[in-house]
């Protein structure tokens, strides 16, 4: 019972600093305490918001809700919000306490149900709880008499005086007579009505609260309200409105929302900041209006409506280039934006289902996106796909017949796993130059690959064709043998990705994820792209050394023997697996962890949190992406995510026009560069580097090589400043 | 103008039911340059006979073969037999596009490490080692494919003795649905020899057990059987697997592969009856891939295949010494080369062209070669348009085992020539002369002296 009771009241309490920080869509700790001293300058407010952002985690601790949820302050924020309203417009009474309790209880459901509803869209809830519960507790406690209206208001510098006495009042008026203008006075309003407080000092707080979050989302804020601001006085609406505070927050949680936590900021959100602030502004005249008669304050609403709104608008975009949603929430602008910087070269492929080669071997496209030949208008987005030789001919002489053709009657295979949703077999192989208009894509077959993904194969040899309607596929699972059916004058492989399982299904513009580009000797890794004519693809080759050497699997753990100058070191990684799969290294002695990923054809150093003194980081850095086959000179290149290279300091400096210009940047690279033999003892030599750049001026270097020896990685030596580190390694 | 050739007239008998009085005609274009060399002038500058080696042919016989493997299979190793072809030039060849090398003795072992291929690259087969090779072998970390219990056994004696731990395949022998079935090489598969030198081989840890290794047979006519033997080694390397937890990593599917070459007696041309590349790549590849490997874990699938790569790279040239009728009225020529540098004569029918026009006319008759000796027939068989003396012909496909299996037998084997990329011919090796016979010879004293 004790124990139940010192969990509850641990775990509703962890949420608290939490839920206030999730008010400015932060999570950080720190901005969410000052935030909440902010929202106590009108103490009964305050606490009355406090109050309701506990009765919600309690009960939400009592159904056994989430409990990461209510320790990141998810289910609190919109009863933490509730409660500075109710404590806002009622004195506090006994009858307030009940109030508080039953709206927390009404706040909590609201929250649950909107995560449910619009989380299956992956769309936020944001404040609709609050909305919804601020508007009903308004109309029903309209009628309940016991409750006794609160004048603060009204009578602010009564309220003042009694609050905290003369000096209170005294530093009250000192701050709103401070010679600061009408337009930066009411920015500090604004960010304080969102917690119900309409004063200077309030506002002050929560805008360093925003500066020590994220300097993106403290500029941003200052955007939109600004772009808000100039909007009002364009269309000579009422100031007022503003001046009260209780518009103005709207443009700046819109601003925050959009410009920099839900899409990656960058100069584009900037720009869609400005131009979505008059949309914001009509939904809160527009609204005010419609509410009105009901004597409902609009409160957040033109924010949630204009966020939900714009991002479900997103979704619905074919392409996302400027505007990039923001796929994994870390909460802090400045982190999704360099998660970001580094995943677009590392893991652009993230956002896709994975697609790769149908074939096997090296490959010419012989016709790309928008090709000359056939893929024109709806059926762009296609490749054919054939075998050349040294003089670029498609067939060996004399080339009369299909059987002449190199890549006739070659097998292709499953691009991802799936289901079989069409087969159509049985058309006749034409004669070479014969084209057959009447079965246009002659024998082929369409795989689903996910609800509105799939993948088709045409030009199939008749009777060849190995899967049946309806048969789930793994991916490279053998599908055909190439033909020449259907509208093909010579043999070659029709691959395309549609929306839809029909055989003329219009194509789809969707990349290609981890192939080998080759010219002659020279090889080059995509994760992800778009081949284009000409060009020699292939499916990476999976090298077993590598392969082994990066078969991390739970319960392994690796002993390493650091050398550095005179003195060695040991340090010894466990592997282990989260509820989510994911595998990580925990090195006990530091407490650092590293989580990495690794599908079979590549590995990858995730994320890194601890120590950055543990050889555990040196590893990260070092082996930040891998790809498991040797191709002789293939070289990766990948961005390093600056917050492990740079200090603080100039991070902070960086941070204010990161969406802008990257002054700091720090590029990772890795040579193949020796590999003996492939039967028994092969061993692989890989040797990378690190190198920064601050303004473009190079910054010490890093270099690295990585030594694979009898199927495991065997030594790391890493040179940085003439110090030289040699890391070996003993799996066990 | 030139002067029209002379053609001495020829009496042929009319069948009826023939599509014109001519009778068929003949099925040969004259074939007077080799890769842009004349004939004329590969005769004229290295004397006639020679062979030539098109390094052109080489190289596109072998893409091919490759482009049909790896675009079927991911982890594919070409190693050249060097029993094949050893001419060192031939050799480095197939070396320069990535090819290992395979041999089944020790002067060939040691000419692929002089032609620089790294030791551990090199695939040593066939039932005689010496224990000399044995021994170098395994310094240099070579592939030794063990063909009987007793070389497992003196291998064993001679790890134990150097303490070395060579890299060993075993040569397995199988049914496979073909007659004849090879089972002189290697342990058998189906009486469970093979498994018991497998166990030999891991439970006695002197050895690292790295491939399976097999060879059905030569000229194999069919695909099928290819695809037989690999699911029999995938089986095999799979369940070692599961025994011992140790991987195979590679399997060594042999060679054997067929020729374009005319097989006598067979009723199809070889180029209509001989499986392509893609035949076998497709038998070899799908059986591996239908195997119970995870696509990490598929082992790498070596070839050795010899005659299908270099037969049709290789041709040679002659020149008519004289004609004559035989008694039972067919026409015979005398080609100056004969059995003794074109070996694989008695197995297959050759295909050979006049090097000069022709007219339409044509005769059969029997080509011989110039040896005193009466096996010396190079077609028994043959419609040719009428040559005389001093014409040239050029015989094809004869890249595969004859610059091997020659013999100094009367006459002395001629120059080996290739021809580049570029056209342009390079001596390969030296027609042999008197004193290399000679030099070899020893003379007792007191044989010395005679007078007759």
């Known amino acids: 019972m004790i124990r139940l009771s010192k969990d509850l009241l641990s775990t509703s309490s962890t949420g608290l600093a939490n839920s206030y920080a999730q008010l400015f869509l932060s999570a950080n700790p720190v901005a969410g305490i000052l935030i909440g001293l902010a929202s106590f300058t009108d103490p009964i407010a305050g606490l009355a918001g406090l109050l309701m952002a506990f009765f919600t985690n309690v ?4 159904f056994h809700l989430d409990k990461e949820k209510i320790k990141s302050g998810t289910f609190a924020f919109n009863g933490l919000l509730t409660g500075l309203f109710l404590g806002y417009s009622y004195n506090i009474s006994y009858y307030l306490l009940l109030i508080i309790f039953a709206g927390s209880f009404l706040c909590l459901m609201l929250t649950v149900v909107f995560d449910g509803i619009l989380g299956a869209k992956k769309l936020p809830f944001l404040s609709i709880p609050f909305l919804l519960s601020v508007w009903i507790l308004k109309l029903s406690t309209e009628g309940f008499n016991s409750l006794d209206p609160n004048s603060t208001q009204i009578f602010v510098f009564n309220h003042i005086y009694r609050v905290g006495g003369e000096n209170l009042l005294k530093s009250y008026e000192f701050l709103e007579g401070l010679p600061i203008p009408l337009m930066v006075k009411v920015y500090f309003k604004s960010l304080g009505a969102v917690l119900f407080q309409f004063s200077l000092l309030p506002g002050i707080l929560v805008a360093i609260a925003l500066v020590i979050h994220s300097r993106i989302a403290f500029s941003l804020s200052i955007i939109g309200f600004l ?8 269309i000579g609406a009422n100031l007022n409105d503003l001046n009260y505070g209780f518009i103005g927050f709207n443009f700046i949680l819109s601003a925050m929302a959009l410009g920099g936590f839900f899409l990656i900021p960058n100069v584009w959100t900037y720009i869609l900041v400005i131009l979505i602030t008059p949309v914001i502004a009509i939904l809160g005249v527009g609204f005010e209006k419609l509410l009105a008669p009901f004597n409902l304050p609009i409160l957040s609403l033109p924010f949630n409506i204009s966020v939900i709104l714009f991002l479900y608008f997103l979704f619905f975009r074919l392409k996302s280039e400027k505007l990039i949603l923001t796929l994994v929430q870390f909460a802090s602008p400045e982190k999704n934006l360099y998660r970001y910087l580094n995943q677009i070269g590392r893991f652009a492929n993230e956002l896709y289902f994975k697609i790769s080669l149908p074939v ?12 000359e030949i056939t893929h024109k208008g709806e059926w762009q987005y296609a490749w054919d796909f054939d075998l050349i030789d040294e003089e670029s001919r498609t067939y060996r002489l004399p080339g009369f017949a299909p059987e002449d053709f190199y890549c006739f009657n070659l097998p292709v295979f499953a691009a991802a796993a799936g289901q079989v949703v069409k087969v159509i077999d049985g058309i006749k192989d034409n004669d070479i130059n014969k084209v057959n208009l009447k079965d246009n894509w002659g024998n082929s077959v369409v795989i689903q690959h996910s609800q509105f993904l799939f993948s088709k194969l045409s030009h199939l040899k008749s009777g060849t064709i190995k899967v049946y309607e309806g048969e789930w596929l793994a991916k490279g699972q053998l599908i055909g043998h190439i033909g020449n059916s259907g509208r093909s004058p010579e043999p070659h492989l029709h691959f395309q990705l549609q929306t839809t399982p029909h055989v003329g299904s219009k194509t789809l513009n969707y990349p290609l994820s981890t192939y080998i580009s080759s010219e002659g000797k020279e090889h080059q890794f995509i994760q992800s792209g778009v081949p284009q004519l000409n060009e020699q693809v292939s499916n990476p080759i999976v090298n077993s050394l590598l392969w082994e050497s990066f078969n991390f699997t739970p319960g392994k ?8 100058g005179s003195n060695t070191l040991t340090e010894t990684w466990e592997i282990y697996t989260d509820a989510y799969n994911q595998t990580y290294f925990y090195d006990a002695k530091s407490k650092s962890t590293l989580f990495f990923y690794n599908n079979g054809n590549l590995y990858e150093n995730r994320t890194f949190y601890g120590d950055k003194k543990s050889y555990l980081f040196s590893f990260y850095l070092c082996t930040q992406q891998v790809l498991l086959s040797f191709y002789k000179d293939l070289q990766l290149t990948n961005q390093v995510e600056i917050t492990h290279i740079f200090n603080w300091a100039e991070r902070f400096l960086q941070d204010w026009v990161a969406p802008f210009y990257m002054f700091l940047q720090s590029d990772f690279h890795l040579n193949y560069t020796h590999f003996d033999n ?10 990378g580097s690190i190198k920064s750049k601050r303004f473009g001026i190079h910054l010490a270097e890093k270099e690295f090589d990585i030594k694979f020896e009898k199927h495991q990685l065997h030594q790391i030596i890493i040179k940085e400043n003439k110090s030289i580190l040699e890391a070996t390694c003993i799996v066990e | 103008m030139e002067k029209l050739r002379y053609e001495r007239p020829v009496v042929k008998k009319l069948n009826t039911g023939m599509m014109n009085k001519f009778g068929t005609r003949t099925e040969y274009n004259p074939v007077t340059h080799i890769d842009g060399v004349s004939v004329k002038e590969l005769i004229s500058t290295y004397g006639s006979p020679v062979f030539t080696i098109s390094e052109r042919t080489i190289r596109q016989t072998y893409k091919d073969c490759k482009r049909a493997f790896t675009n079927r299979y991911p982890k594919v190793q070409m190693a050249w037999s060097y029993k094949t072809n050893y001419i060192n030039a031939v050799c480095n060849v197939f070396h320069q596009e990535g090819a290992w090398a395979e041999v089944v003795s020790g002067f060939e072992y040691n000419k692929a490490l002089l032609n620089g291929v790294p030791g551990n690259k090199i695939i040593f087969n066939g039932p005689d080692k010496t224990d000399d090779d044995l021994n170098l072998a395994i310094e240099n970390n070579s592939l030794i494919h063990i063909d009987h219990l007793d070389e497992l056994y ?8 150097i303490n070395k731990r060579p890299r060993v395949a075993i040569r397995v022998n199988m049914d496979t649905g073909v007659y004849p079935m090879w089972d002189r090489f290697g342990f058998n598969y189906e009486s469970g020899q093979a498994w018991d030198a497998i166990n030999k081989i891991i439970l006695n840890d002197q050895m690292d057990l790295v491939g399976l290794h097999c060879h059905i047979g030569t000229f194999m006519l069919a695909a099928s059987a290819y695809a037989i033997a690999a699911s029999k080694l995938a089986d095999l390397a799979f369940h070692i697997h599961s025994k011992f937890n140790k991987k195979i990593t590679y399997i060594d599917m042999g060679g054997g592969f067929a020729s374009k070459n005319n097989l006598k007696g067979s009723y199809l041309q070889g180029n209509v009856s001989s499986p392509s590349f893609d035949d076998y790549a497709e038998a070899i590849c799908s059986a591996l891939l239908n195997a119970e490997y995870s696509k990490q874990e598929l082992p790498i699938l070596i070839l050795e295949t010899g005659r299908a790569l270099i037969d049709e790279a290789g041709s040679l040239c002659g020149t008519v010494l004289a004609n004559k009728r035989l008694s039972d009225g067919r026409r015979a020529t005398i080609m100056d080369f004969g059995v003794n540098i074109l070996f694989t004569s008695f197995w297959y029918d050759h295909k050979v062209s006049p090097a000069q026009e022709f007219s339409h006319y044509t005769e059969d008759g029997v080509i011989y070669g110039p040896l005193c000796m009466n096996i010396d027939v190079i077609r028994e068989s043959i419609t040719l348009p009428p040559m005389k003396k001093g014409d040239n012909v050029v015989v094809h496909s004869v890249g595969a085992y004859n610059m091997t299996q020659w013999m100094q037998f009367i006459a002395m084997r001629p120059n080996v020539v ?21 030099d070899k010879e020893v003379m007792p004293a007191y044989l010395k002296d005679f007078s007759i």
């Open chain 1, 678 to 687: 492939d039967i028994s003892d092969s061993s692989i030599l890989l040797k």
């Open chain 1, 59 to 62: 009960i939400a601790y009592l």
């Open chain 1, 557 to 564: 753990k690796l002993k390493w023997t650091i050398k550095k």
């Open chain 2, 154 to 161: 003196r291998l064993i004696e001679i790890t134990k003795e």
């Open chain 2, 418 to 438: 290739m021809i580049d990329m570029e056209g342009k011919h390079h001596l390969i090796r030296n027609k042999e002369t008197l004193s290399d016979l000679n």
């Open chain 1, 227 to 234: 772009t808000g601001y100039i909007f009002y006085i364009i």
């Open chain 1, 360 to 371: 096997l071997g090296t490959w010419r496209i012989s016709q790309g996106h928008t090709g």
